[in-house]
Each structure stands twice: as C-alpha cells, then as structure tokens.
C-alpha cells in the first residue's frame, strides 16, 4: 500500500506544481569555478576552470557545437589584461551528444554535473584574479523550458612569480572581435570584449571532480574541491578516452550503416557477382574446408579494407575537419553536388567508373592466388562496385562527420559486415545459392529507386546551408514540392507508367514494385499537408522551419510574404529585416512599438516571450497557434509581440541601459527583452504568454488574466485568449451615461 502512495506522489506532483512553476525565476545551473595550479611561474599555462551542478531533469548546452543550429552556446567574455593571453579554445569536458529534431543538428550538452576549461598563459607576476562573463542556456524535456544565462565570474588569484614576459604576437584570444553582438560582462573592473563564440574539440571523459565538491552561495559561485582532485583530470584529447557520446544513436547509426549495406548488395553492380565469387572458393579450391577458410578471409578483407576508409576519414579530417563539415556551408554545397551527381548516375544519365587502369592492375594482383590473391579479390570487388557503393558510402561518411570522431569507423563496419556477409555464409552453406533469384531487370529498379533516394537527400545539405546562412534559396515550401514531385515519380516508375534508359520491357507488375509504389505514393500523401501548414512532425529533423506558408485552402487569400504584415494604421515594425512571425502574423517585435499600435487599435497585447532555442516554442506554434481558432484570434483580437529573450542583435547606443535587477548593462535587444520577462514577471523561462492593457505597465500585476507557458491543449489555449479578451472589452466598454 505505501509502495503504490509513493507511486501516485511520483505521478500527481509534477501536474500539481506544473503551474506555480512557470511563475518563479528557475536557477538550474550553478556555477562555480577554480584555477589548476593556483601557483605558476610567468610563461606557465593555468587551466581556468568552470564546474557546473545541474538539476535533475535539466541540461545545460556545452560549448562544442554550431553557435549558429539555435541553442546558445556556452561562451566567455575575457576582461582585457597584459597579465594573461588565452591558449586555444575552452573545453566542454564530460558531454553528452544527441540530434536535436527542432534544430536540425547535433547539440553536445551536460546533465548533472558539468565542467568547461580555458587555458591561459600568464605573462606578469603577482596575485592574478580573472574576471569574465558567461552567456548559457540550460533546458529541460519535461515541458520544454530554457533558461538563458548571464554571470560574471571571477577566477583566482593566482600567485605568478617570475619576470614578467612579453605577450606573443599573436592576438590573444582574449581580444577576439566579437562574432555576434552580445553585450560584454559589465562587472568587469576593466573593458571587456564583446564574447567569442568557440568551437573547441570535445574531450569526452567523465568528471573527476564529484557533485559534491562543487559548493555555490547566493552573491558568488565558488569551488571547495581541492585542486589535485581537479588536475587528475585529463586535459587534452590525447590523454582522454574518447568514447560516443550516446551508445543508443552510435548503435542505431551502426544497424542504418548494416542496412544500407544490404541495399548495396542488391545493385546490379554487386549482386550478380555473389554466386560467382562463391563458386570460385567452393569449387576451385583443393578442399571444402580450405574454399571455406578463403571465403572468409575474403568476407574480412572486404570488411578491413572498409573500416581503414573509415579510419582515414577520422585521420585525415580530425575533429575540427568533421565539425566543419557538420557546420560549415561549403562542405554542404559539395554533398549536395556530388548527391545530385550519383542520384543522376543512379536513374541511367551516365556511368562513374573508376579509371580503368587502376582496376586492371587491382584485378592482376587477384589472379597471383594465395592468401594474397584473396585479399586483392576483395579489393576489385570493392573497386568494380563503386558506382553502385560509391553513392551509399558517400551518405555513410556525410553522416558519420556530424557526429562523433568514432562514427566513420562504425558506419564502415556495419556497412561492410552486411556487405561481407552473403559471400561468407554462401561459403559455409553453397546450397543456399539456389535459392537465389536470377539476375534481371529488377536490380536496375533497386538502383533507380536508390537514385530517387538520393536526389532527396541532397535537398537535405542545401537546405542546411541555406538555413544556417540565411540565403532563402530553399524555402519549407519549395522543399516540400521537390520531395513530393520526386516521391511521386518515383511510384509512377515503380507502377511501370515510364522506363528510363536501362530499364527492360516489365511484362507484369510483381506484388514487390506494387508494395514499393503505396509506399512511394503514401509518403507524397503525407508530405502534401505540410503545404498547407501541416507541421510533419515524423520529418521534423528534415524539413526547414515553418516561417512561410506560399500556399493555402482559405478562401479569399491574402498573399504571404517573408516580412511581416503589419496594420495599415500602425508604424512598420522594428527589426522585422531579420524576424518573423509564423503563419504570416502581423506583429512586432518592440513592446513600446506594440502598446502604440494596440492603444490606436484598441486591442489587447499579446506578449510572447520567446527564443530561437526555445523547442516547445516552436511546437507551440506549429501545433497550437496553428489551430484555426487560436490563429484567428491572434490575427483580428490581439496585437502580438514576440520578445526573443536570446537575439543578439545590438541596440542602439542610446537604448543601452542598467538593469535595476542585476545591475548589468543591456546592451542586446534578447537581453532587453529577459531582463523585462525577469523584471515585469518574475519569470525567466520560455514559452511564456501575457495578455496585457497596451496602457497599463508590463507587469504581473496588471495583466489581463493569469499568464500561461507550454499549453499544449488547443482548448486549453483558445480558453486563456477568450478570458484576456474578455477582461479588457469589460475594461474598456463605454460608460452608461446617466
């Protein structure tokens, strides 16, 4: 009995304190930070370090991947100082990695503890204290709440003894431009430098220091762990493990590599050459036992000579080189190129053969037989198949580089042991041969369908250069119609409507190509609703974001443009060059621009405090202000604002200012806008709805009803609206005369 009360506490309280929560100030990440050694002599390097406690449920984002995906990065704002220069990039030591579906990327993030590391060079002795300010974000998958950070730190002191060195030549990290516009940490006893945002390799290696030894208290965040615990750890990626940061997605990208490797078995460049190779170890050896043990040196051979491609792509790329090409928009372009190039192979325009006398010279050290001889079978066969392979380890690779340094070596395995595997077990068990289907026309199909697939997943690298960059070349829209024009010739090929050039007579349509085209055919019926707004939430790591909508069912339809539509007797909207809102809203983006057109309107304010990294905000447009209802009522009852708590765009000289809750200088339109969530509402978690009287301050206190944060129940929702709006019409209704 008390088991199943304990049971029901577990459940029932997180619903019974889900709202109260919303309207608190959440602190879930504390900080705090030594120096490793605190003594040093001038020229020494010192490891700065920042230990991070989390609270359960919570993650903090790392400082190791694309500043540009959405999340916020954890990034340092270094006081100038001849005392010290900085020494390569900060550390996030102990992450974990995962695909964030929202984002459309890799996110590296701590949970429970976390610790980041900045070397530094110290060049004057003397006591050394370091000030400098970190920006953060901390979130948590419960109900998809982030909390922006801003702190000053202090590191030190730290006894320098020696004489006093010049700084190198180079400039000091700690005097980087800035590469976005955040403000700098206003603590600082000296200038500070607006913050670099730095990608550093990932160290992946467990914390040495334990939860418990990080101590915080209410005016600073400090470290009682002792400083031998902290320098056990290991610092560099040389002397760190390096392991996958998620065993789950490492294993589910191995079973996606071993499938793939199946499908490479049934193309026409591979599959024909399955019982001819087998019956070369079966019958040409001296004994059965003797074909056996060379068809699997063969199958292991084909295996090695995979996992060394995997391996050079780790080598030859590193870190940094894998990191670009998850981030960067010219490896992007390239993938989209070369996919484009194979998916046109693939449906018959042209052939890619590797240079005929490479293959001729491969294929002379196969006929010298012996052990030797085996292996370089396998290196032709890997060589003769490339135009069919070449495609699908291509993906393989593309893949492997946005993820872990270990992924390309796992990626060629799983594909090459699936590869490897018919010719090994067709060896132990020839009579399987029989079972085989002949050769025909139906591995070309395999090979057009593969061409479809192909083409689509080059949509994907444009589409990812083009978001990060902010070139609109490839709208949701746009993207949608290519999937869906290819999907739909693709079921048409398959029900045999149109051959391509390679392609044989199809005397009748098989139970297989017609099982293959519903599927073809079910995917474009899936895809069609995203035109009209369907958010497609099984494709959401592969679609662009919902930020246009060019079609629509409604009747009459006012033309949708990538700016925001704004009322004809309001001013334009600030920031609108680079902001938007979804589903073609009218709106703003400055409260004060908003109060003036709601007063002149005589409209309530609907006040979104939102952030680009914010998930639930994106699922709460796309599934709730999306509704009909919802999206009508923001549209004609309200004047909306979406105050992005994390933009970094800068303000204009003349809007700096202190803010009376921290007494930090704000000096960016998302600090503005969290200092006026934290400051009006007590509140700084994203999404968070207010309804408010244009004339009465932003505050809880006047608003309109009780405000509201993740709902995801459109009813729910439509019920928050009608009860602000309500409340102001009862306000505002004119008085009776007497």
Known sequence: MLLR??????????????????????????????????????????ELIVNARIDPTWHLYATDFDPDLGPTVFAFTFAKSPAYELVGKPKSIGTKKKYDDVFKGDVTYFETTGQIRQRIKVLQPGPLTIKAGVEYQTCTDVDGRCIPGEEALSFGPITVTGTAAAPAKSAPAATTPAVSPAAAAPTAPTPVAAPTILQPETTAVALATPPAAIVTTDSAATVTAAPAAVAAQPTTP??????????????????????????????????????????????????????????????????????????????????????????HWLPNLIFFVVFVVFGLSFLGLFEITLPSGMVNKIDAQADRG?????????????????????????????????????????????????????????????????????????????????????????????????????????????????????????????????????????????????????????????????????????????????????????????????????????????????????HGLPGYFDLAQAQRCAQAQNKPLFIDFTGHACVNCRKMEASVWSDPQVLQRLRDDFVVVALYVDDKAELPRNEWYTSKYDNKEKTTLGKKNADLQLTGFNVNAQPYYVLLDPSAPADLAHTLTPPVAYEPDVNSFVKFLDAGLANYRRQHQPVAKQ
């Open 238 to 327: 040389s002397a760190a493990a390096t392991v996958p940061a998620s065993g789950g997605s490492l294993l589910g990208f191995a079973l996606l590599a071993f499938l793939s490797g199946l499908g490479a078995l049934l193309t026409p460049c591979v599959f024909p050459l399955i019982p001819m190779t087998v019956s070369i170890f079966t019958k040409g050896s001296a004994s059965r036992q003797q074909g056996i043990m060379k068809a699997l040196f063969y199958g292991f051979s084909i295996i090695f000579i995979y996992v060394v491609v995997g391996l050079l792509t780790t080598v030859l790329l590193g870190a940094d080189g894998l990191n670009l090409i998850s981030t």
């Open 370 to 582: 012996g052990w030797g001889g085996v292996f370089f079978m396998a290196l032709t066969l890997v060589v003769v198949s490339f135009s069919c392979t070449g495609p699908i380890v291509a993906s393989i690779l593309t893949m492997a580089a946005q993820g872990e340094r270990i992924q390309p070596v796992v990626g060629m395995f799983g594909f090459s042991l699936a590869f490897a595997l018919p010719f090994m077990l067709f060896a132990l068990f020839p009579t399987w041969l029989k079972g085989l289907p002949s050769s025909g026309g139906w591995l070309n199909t395999v090979k057009v369908v593969l061409g479809f697939v192909e083409l689509m997943l080059a949509l994907k690298f444009l589409s990812m250069a083009d978001l990060a960059y902010h070139w609109h070349l490839l709208p949701r829209d746009l993207y949608l119609v290519l999937w869906i024009a290819l999907s739909g010739l693709l079921g048409l090929y398959l029900l045999g409507v149109f051959k391509l050039s390679h392609d044989s007579d199809l005397a009748h349509l098989s139970v297989g190509r017609l099982l293959m085209a519903v599927l073809a055919f079910g995917f474009m019926t899936y895809l069609v609703p995203g035109l009209f707004g369907a958010p497609l939430p099984l494709l959401a790591g592969y679609l662009p974001p919902q930020t246009r909508q060019d079609f629509t069912l409604a009747a009459p339809a006012a033309p949708v443009t990538t700016t925001v539509a704004q009322p004809t007797a309001c001013e334009p909207a600030r920031y609108a060059d680079f902001l938007e809102l979804p």
């Open 5 to 46: 009360i304990i049971l029901w506490l577990s459940l029932a309280l997180p619903l019974l304190v889900a709202r109260p929560a919303g309207a608190q100030v959440l602190t879930p990440t504390k900080l705090g930070t030594t120096v490793s050694p605190a003594t040093a002599k001038v020229g020494d390097e010192v």
